[in-house]
Antibody, heavy 117, light 107 residues
Framework: EVQLVQSGAEVKKSGESLRISCKGYGYSFTTYWITWVRQMPGKGLEWMGR????????DYNPSLQGHVTISADRSINTAYLQWSSLRASDTAMFYCARLYGDYLDYWGQGTLVTVSS | ELTQPPSVSVSPGQTARITCFGD??????AFWYQQKPGQAPLLVIY???ERPSGITERFSGSSSGTTATLTISGVQAEDEADYFCQSTDSSDTAHVVFGGGTKLTVL
């Protein structure tokens, strides 16, 4: 069974760094890109970027590029989303999802990140 | 960019139709996700009209020109949720784009 399992909720302060993870089970992790999606409180879904776990190549939403970094370790079937300096406006739920062609067929359960100022 | 109505309301047993407008849709597939409170999104329609395994036949999709439509027949209380359309943009790398979402209320 295909599953994406994300790391647990985080509570951080502005300026702190953070890395959250997404581990794939039940399929060949390097066959499909992993996408990260942000959902701010009470808002819609926003594509953040994607990574090809095979070679680590990435593609970002231009509105977010430079503030987040997407990476992956194919040896442990895990993708990451990280910030070097969090802002209060980063407070959101973050989902990873498997990109199957042009759509997202399996999603992680989400990681809630709360950043206080 | 994809545009959805913010809300749709129907009574139980009626048919709900949720639209998604986008200039690129004549050349791109539309996909639909259901999101219930506290849950991750769930794919309910892919490639305009296809239904994933395990999704009830009450969910169907269509697309014509610049508008894709998600239709839910015989709406039940359990269908109350947010629905998001998704497609890809016209860039060479075909980035994922989402509509703003539609809140379906079952009266």
């Amino acid at each position: 069974e295909v599953q994406l399992v994300q790391s647990g909720a985080e509570v951080k302060k502005s300026g702190e760094s953070l890395r959250i993870s997404c581990k794939g089970y039940g399929y060949s992790f390097t066959t499909y890109w992993i996408t990260w999606v942000r959902q701010m409180p009470g808002k819609g879904l926003e594509w953040m970027g994607r990574i090809d776990p095979t070679d680590g190549s990435t593609d970002y939403n231009p509105s977010l590029q430079g503030h987040v970094t997407i990476s992956a370790d194919r040896s442990i079937n895990t993708a990451y989303l990280q910030w070097s300096s969090l802002r209060a406006s980063d407070t959101a739920m973050f989902y990873c999802a498997r990109l199957y062609g042009d759509y997202l067929d399996y999603w992680g359960q989400g990681t809630l990140v709360t950043v206080s100022s | 960019e994809l545009t959805q109505p913010p809300s749709v309301s129907v009574s139980p047993g009626q048919t709900a139709r949720i639209t998604c407008f986008g200039d690129a849709l004549p050349n791109r597939y539309a996909f639909w996700y259901q999101q219930k409170p506290g849950q991750a999104p769930l794919l309910v329609i892919y490639k305009d009209t296809e239904r994933p395994s395990g999704i009830t036949e009450r969910f169907s999709g269509s697309s014509s020109g610049t508008t894709a439509t998600l239709t839910i027949s015989g709406v039940q209380a359990e269908d109350e949720a947010d629905y998001f359309c998704q497609s890809t943009d016209s860039s060479d790398t075909a980035h994922v784009v989402f509509g703003g979402g539609t809140k379906l209320t079952v009266l």
